[in-house]
């Protein structure tokens, strides 16, 4: 069965810090790695990332992803108490299989 | 328009009631998903419409139907639920495979809460 794992579950950092977040997989037929950010309702889309070793920059976030050692990254430097959210991360199955589940999640907080 | 559209934003039922949610999106997107959160936990899937076809029920209790009249609604019908079904319910959806996965867009959500 496919398996995605985040960690930590939970972070608390002051503003300014730099955070890491992780996200391990075990799946057949790998195709691409999703991050999303939930704040109050809806997550909303980070980065896909499919090539092992190429960095996605998004302002202070970017993430990286290893096919190799099956886990990827998501660094957020600079911290504000805006990036204050859950972080989802989420591996889809083989292709032609829509189903897209979650990781545990990374209940990140920004302490100002 | 990169928006997908739920209604309501919150509901509150009783356990005789019948009800439905709404989800609406306009981006040509051929998958459409429903989730259901409970606090605290990731979004669990629920159902996936590909094409307009069921093509994932994650076991979904038969009190929760869900329907897709067109590519571009989705429906979740709610009959005789119970208090442990109240969660945020969420609406995606996500372009072809062929972009390498569904990067799928969320809708704001239903809160529902059973009474």
């Known amino acids: 069965e496919d398996k995605v794992v985040q960690s930590p579950l939970s972070l608390v950092v002051h503003e300014g810090d730099t955070v890491t977040l992780n996200c391990s997989y075990e799946?057949?037929?790998?195709?691409?790695l999703l991050w999303y950010k939930q704040e109050k309702k809806a997550p909303t889309f980070l980065f896909m990332l499919t090539s092992s070793g190429i960095e996605k920059k998004s302002g202070r976030l970017s993430s990286i992803l290893d096919k190799k050692e099956l886990f990827s990254i998501l660094n957020i430097t600079a911290t504000q108490t805006g990036d204050s959210a859950i972080y989802l991360c989420?591996?889809?199955?083989?292709?032609?299989?829509?189903?897209?589940?979650f990781g545990t999640g990374t209940r990140l907080t920004i302490i100002p | 328009d990169t928006e997908v559209t739920q209604t309501p934003k919150h509901l509150v039922m009783g356990m005789t009631n019948k009800k439905s949610l709404k989800c609406e999106q306009h981006?040509?997107?051929?998958?459409m998903y429903w989730y259901k959160q409970k606090a605290k936990k990731p979004p669990e899937l629920m159902f996936v419409y590909s094409y307009e076809k069921l093509s994932i029920n994650e076991s979904v209790p038969s009190r929760f139907s869900p329907e897709c009249p067109n590519s571009s609604l989705l429906n979740l019908h709610l009959h005789a639920l119970q208090p442990e079904d109240s969660a945020l319910y969420l609406c995606?959806?996500?372009?072809?495979w062929g972009q390498g996965g569904p990067q799928a867009f969320f809708g704001q959500g239903t809160r529902l809460t059973v009474v």
């Open positions: 799946v057949t037929n790998f195709r691409s």
């Open positions: 989420a591996v889809p199955p083989n292709f032609g299989n829509e189903k897209l589940t």
């Open positions: 981006m040509g997107h051929r998958a």
């Open positions: 995606a959806s996500s372009q072809d």
